[in-house]
């Protein structure tokens, strides 16, 4: 009944891994974002797909891809990860209105 | 400077209070605002949502929303325990990209 999913809720993984969240919205939105908040609980874009396209994509290292297999789906796929990656990732989805809803978010912490 | 400025708290009031919780913003293509609350370890969830300027009344919540002067608010009347949490404000503008834009978030604590 979850509106937006995503998994897993927790991932712990040392230096140098690579990891995949995934997300998935059933609101028949079609917008799906990435959203990182870091340790002082500040909230920014990272990526945007509207429709499996990619609209934006804000200054993030390119060792961070988005995949988006379907408008209801958009996973996020990280290389070489880095301690400076800790931090909790959501997914968000929107449709004709300004707003977004939100997932309950990844907490990733590098080690 | 950052596009949209909140008051970084931390706010602690007793139960019963009246909250005010404020941003700034610099952006003139905003036209969309929202209050999200969000609750330790969980996502933010919408609390209320404006479209340009104007007032917008929930229950105990109030929005206002002064496009002229880039700033909104949030007043919690009658305030409970239960809403101890983070407040952010977000904005975003039309177009097909409908990213938000955050604030930093406001900690507030409802003491019983």
């Known amino acids: 009944d979850t509106a937006v999913s995503q998994t897993p809720k927790y991932l712990v993984t040392q230096m140098g891994n690579d990891k995949s969240i995934k997300c998935e919205q059933n609101?028949?939105?079609?917008?799906m974002y990435w959203y990182k908040q870091d340790s002082k609980k500040f909230l920014k874009i990272m990526f945007s797909?509207?429709?499996?396209?990619?609209?934006i994509n804000e200054t993030v290292p390119n060792r961070f891809s988005p995949k988006s297999p379907d408008k209801a789906h958009l996973n996020l796929h990280i290389n070489s990860l880095e301690l400076g990656d800790s931090a909790v990732y959501f997914c968000?989805?929107?449709?004709?209105?300004?707003?977004?809803?939100f997932g309950s978010g990844t907490r990733l912490t590098v080690v | 400077q950052k596009e949209v400025e909140q008051d970084p708290g931390p706010l602690s009031v007793p139960e019963g209070a009246i909250v005010s919780l404020n941003c700034t913003y610099s952006n003139s293509a905003f036209q969309y605002f929202m209050w999200y609350r969000q609750y330790s370890r969980k996502g933010p969830e919408l609390l209320m949502y404006?479209?340009?300027?104007g007032n917008k009344e929930d229950g105990r919540f109030t929005a206002q929303v002064d496009k002229s002067s880039k700033y909104i608010s949030l007043f919690i009347r009658d305030s409970q325990p239960s809403d101890s949490a983070t407040y952010l404000c977000?904005?975003?503008?039309?177009?097909?990209?409908?990213?938000?834009?955050f604030g930093s978030g406001t900690q507030l604590t409802v003491l019983p």
């Open positions: 977000a904005m975003s503008a039309t177009g097909s990209a409908r990213q938000l834009t």
């Open positions: 797909y509207n429709n499996k396209e990619l609209i």
């Open positions: 609101l028949g939105h079609d917008t």
């Open positions: 968000a989805s929107s449709q004709d209105r300004g707003d977004s809803t």
């Open positions: 404006t479209y340009s300027s």
